[in-house]
């Protein structure tokens, strides 16, 4: 039999039999089992590290709670939409299913050959139309319950990919926002678009973020940034004359008389000097249609986008009434203006807002001080504002009856004293985009009908399938005669079928409920089910989706909730955001040809290495020299059962240092159980091989006691196996000879733990101390070590200063305390000394929670072998007498060394 494990060996076997055993499924009548997910992978090709060690933590997670008796629910599936098929499919003369189908194909087999323990029962993929005719189901349900909206709006362009993108798909680089796959820099462009209204739940998904204590505060602050709440209040502002435009239609509700502005400092009212509104604003496309230079102006805007207008902007031939000063201020249209943040429009203060002072300096408007820095009692007397605004708060002036109040009373007071001001809360998150002009995506189940507008295909017409591809630099569906012509449900006649495809982020808006009834027929999933199985236990995934995906899947619960579909309203109880994994300082990505293949350095040793390497949230350099280690300790644990079943030499009566080794399996199942819950695998592997080396230690210092060696073994076995599933079967198989580790009970210490820290401190500690005395006496051979108990009454010190540490400690009431009654008692002076040294050893820092004096001597006599073995020496415990009383404490025996 080798005594080397050899990982491609075995997986292929341990696969079979936990595939033979089933032993990943989960019965559908499973109660509350714990739901572990990883976010699903998009199919691009190949699995990269990234999935490794997403589904690394998940599968170690998963299999820990399922050893601890847990029913699991830990499934898979496939994000299988997207452009990027398109686009191999037209760079391979292929078409995105065959190519689609081939890569899940491949990365299913490396995700089974890194041997993951998924319900593969459960397994969805969007792309079929049994998945994607949910998405049209579900667009349906919220296109009645009014989350869904057809505008014509201005959007991003991406000229190379051909498609709309969404906000949060441009990336900010340099002054430039270019695409988020292909770096084209992103256009504008005016389209009738489909939207899901997002913003309706922009104050609960903010709200809410408040209470995901399960999910990292950094996610959550960019989610809270995104959503971009401000308060502030909406200021109503008449315009000295109505405007009507040409074209009927635009304003339904008749000529223009008011424009409502939104800002987040309304005390500095007094300071607007203009008012500008974006141009898409009602009333600069009111005006646009009688007046040409409004015209052209909004014109420009379009084409370029807004932020490539700067502070352009043009005045136009209507004024507005301050309504506090009954001023008339000119109305502009500016593009800096953006017309869905706010109402649209802004009052121009440009002493106190960055902004409207550009716009201001461009346009000589101009510049009013109405808040001075400082306080009420004191205020400084403030440099120009021609240079730069004053953003700050401060002290009114030049505002009336309010001079001499601090801004924050202003507000508060404006806001009460007029019904033009009114208290109000805005946010920057917009709508959700969904319409692309893609092919690789759910077809939008709508038809447009001359007659009838547009009408929802019926339910029993679902799903709208996808025609077949065919190559083409616009959208596909466009050049399909058969795909775009149809009839109108509602009336017969002739009509247009959309030919926009869902962004692929509403197929993994919901997915996670897919899960929980993969196939049933008469709806997306079972309710009851999600309703029980909710919210999902431990989602995992990279931090880079904490925008998009992390925030459509809030929402898309919030909105089924309000449809009735289910009961809860947030999806994830706990959020794991794993980091990344480096190479050479680097992301690893194939256009930078550091990528290190998943297997390239054989399955489990690439998962007990990411899983070992780092904290799951931070990132870790990949060295060869790492991925070593993890591969040395498998080696180390294979070849002690290896030896320990061929050859051991064992001993049945049990000696004191039996119990030690027997204790210290107790402390590590503890600490390794608590890492286990709290993600931190790479302190879960520090244990194990801190563990396997003391045991090889034991196994070299005395023949081992068979049980507690072997139960050391399987101890380990049961251990590593979340991290390492098949070296954890064959330690087991080898050890046990029966059963799957895989089904067994996670390890369970067999005496009381709670003190297992201090314990192990206390060992470390007297170590440490030995070595030091040997060192400085520079004792060559030491003969003869002492370990020096301290006397029992300072264990009581030690209690009674323990139970008191919160307070201020009164010295002469602990000495009544411990004094009371006993004999063996010393005096009080005594007593005092040793409070005195006791406080002051805690002062440093240096007290654990305090073992009893029967405790910490029975632990020393366990652990005197760990001296012995490493000096040398006959080591004895005893108890302090006379003077050494005085020298040895509580946690510190004193030692002497002949
Ligand atoms: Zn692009
Ligand atoms: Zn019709």
């Known amino acids: 039999m080798p005594s080397h494990y050899d990982h491609a060996q075995v997986q292929e076997f341990w696969q079979y039999v936990w595939e033979r055993d089933d032993v990943y499924e989960l019965p559908d009548d499973a109660t509350d089992p714990t739901y572990v997910l990883g976010m699903f992978p998009y199919t691009s090709g190949t699995l990269h590290m990234g999935h490794v060690r997403n589904y690394a933590i998940t599968d170690a ?43 899940i194909r491949r990365m299913r087999e490396e995700l089974e050959t890194l041997g993951f323990g998924y319900d593969w029962s459960r397994e969805i993929t969007t792309c079929e139309p049994e998945y994607y005719r949910w998405n049209q189901w579900l667009f349906k349900r919220l296109y009645e319950a009014g989350l869904v909206e057809y505008e014509a709006a201005t959007v991003n362009w991406c000229p190379d990919c051909e498609t709309v993108l969404a906000d949060a798909q441009v990336d900010e680089r340099d002054d430039d926002r270019i695409c988020w796959r292909c770096d084209t820099p992103v256009e504008q462009r005016e389209l009738d678009q489909w939207f899901f209204t997002i913003t309706e739940y922009a104050e609960e998904l903010h709200d809410g973020l408040e209470d995901l204590e399960g999910w990292p505060e950094g996610v959550r602050e960019i989610q809270r940034n995104w959503i971009g709440r401000q308060e502030g209040a909406k200021i109503g502002f008449e315009l000295s004359t109505p405007v009507t435009g040409d074209d009927e239609g635009d304003e339904p ?28 604003h009602d009333l600069a496309r009111a005006l646009a249609d009688r007046t040409d230079d409004v015209a052209d102006y909004v014109e420009t805007v379009r084409e370029r986008g807004p932020d490539e207008v700067g502070f352009s902007g043009v005045e136009t031939d209507v004024t507005a009434v301050h309504p506090l000063t009954g001023a008339e201020l000119p109305v502009y249209v500016a593009g800096y203006v953006l017309e869905d943040v706010g109402t649209g429009a802004v009052m121009g203060v440009p002493g106190h807002n960055e902004r409207d002072h550009g716009f201001a300096l461009e346009h000589d408007l101009p510049i009013e001080r109405v808040v001075v820095s400082g306080t009420e009692d004191d205020t400084a007397g403030d440099e120009t504002l021609e240079d730069e605004p004053y953003t700050g708060e401060g002290i009114l002036e030049g505002s009336g009856e309010y001079d001499g109040l601090e801004s924050e009373r202003a507000r508060d007071r ?28 759910t077809p939008i189940p709508v038809v ?48 247009r079928r959309e030919t926009d495809t869902m962004d692929t982020f509403v197929d993994s808006s919901w997915y996670f409920l897919r899960f929980l009834s993969p196939d049933l027929a008469e709806a997306p999933f079972d309710a009851e089910r999600a309703d029980e199985w909710l919210p999902i236990d431990v989602y995992v995934g990279g931090d880079e989706h904490a925008i998009l995906h992390l925030l459509y899947i809030r929402f898309m619960t919030r909105a089924l909730a309000d449809i009735g579909l289910i009961e809860k309203r947030e999806p994830v109880e706990r959020l794991v955001s794993q980091g990344t994994v480096l190479y050479d300082g680097e992301k690893m990505s194939t256009s930078k040809g550091n990528v290190v293949a998943p297997l390239e350095y054989g399955a489990e040793t690439t998962r007990l290495f990411v899983l070992s390497a780092a904290h ?144 192990r401190r206390l060992v470390e500690r007297t170590l440490e101390d030995v070595r030091d005395i040997v060192d400085v006496a520079d004792i060559d051979e030491p003969q003869r070590i002492e370990l020096v108990v301290a006397p029992a009454w300072t264990y009581r010190v030690a209690a009674v200063l323990t139970e008191e540490a919160d307070g201020d400690v009164n010295v002469p009431s602990v000495v009544d305390r411990v004094s009371v009654g006993d004999l063996e008692t010393p005096s009080r002076e005594t007593v005092a000394t040793v409070v005195g040294t006791l406080l002051d050893r805690a002062s440093k820092g240096g007290m654990d929670q305090p073992l009893t004096f029967d405790d910490e001597r029975t632990l020393l006599e366990r652990a005197r072998w760990l001296v012995a073995d490493e000096f040398g020496a006959d080591v004895v415990v005893r108890c302090a007498e006379g003077s050494e009383t005085t020298k040895a404490r509580p946690g510190k025996p004193a030692i002497r060394i002949d």
């Open 253 to 280: 509700n008749g000529a223009i008389d008011a424009v409502d502005v939104f800002s987040t400092r309304p005390e500095t009212i007094y300071g607007a000097t203009y008012l500008a509104v974006s141009p898409g």
């Open 61 to 103: 997670y998963a299999r820990y709670r399922r050893m601890c008796g847990d029913d699991v629910l830990h499934p898979m599936g496939w994000d299988a939409f997207g452009l990027p098929a398109e686009n191999a499919a037209y760079e391979r003369a292929s078409d995105p299913e065959s190519w689609t189908k081939a890569c």
């Open 414 to 441: 404006l806001v009460a004293d007029h019904d033009a001001i009114q208290a109000d809360v805005t946010y920057r998150l917009r709508d959700w985009l969904i319409s692309r002009q893609r092919y690789w995506g």
């Open 448 to 495: 447009h009908c001359e007659d009838c507008g547009h009408v929802l295909v019926p339910d029993e017409e679902l799903p709208v399938e996808l025609p077949e591809f065919v190559r083409t630099t616009g959208n596909p569906l466009e050049e399909h005669d058969s795909f775009r012509h149809t009839t109108c449900p509602e009336c017969g006649g002739p009509a």
């Open 616 to 759: 799951p949230e931070q990132d870790f350099e990949w060295t060869a020299n790492n991925v070593r280690g993890a591969y040395d300790l498998q080696q180390n644990l294979y070849r002690m059962a290896t030896e320990f079943v061929e050859a051991a030499d064992t001993r049945v009566e049990r000696r004191n240092h039996d119990e030690y080794i027997a204790r210290e399996i107790d402390r590590t199942i503890v600490a390794v159980t608590e890492e286990y819950e709290r993600f931190r695998f790479h302190r879960v592997a520090t244990e194990i091989r801190e563990l396997a080396r003391l045991l090889r230690r034991y196994l070299a210092y005395d023949r081992p006691h068979d049980e507690v060696y072997r139960h050391g073994l399987l101890t380990l076995a049961a251990l590593i196996s979340p991290m390492a599933p098949h070296l954890g079967e064959e330690l087991w198989n080898k050890l046990r000879g029966e059963g799957l580790v895989v089904e067994a009970d996670w390890p369970e210490p067999r005496t009381e733990p709670s003190n297992y820290a201090s314990e």
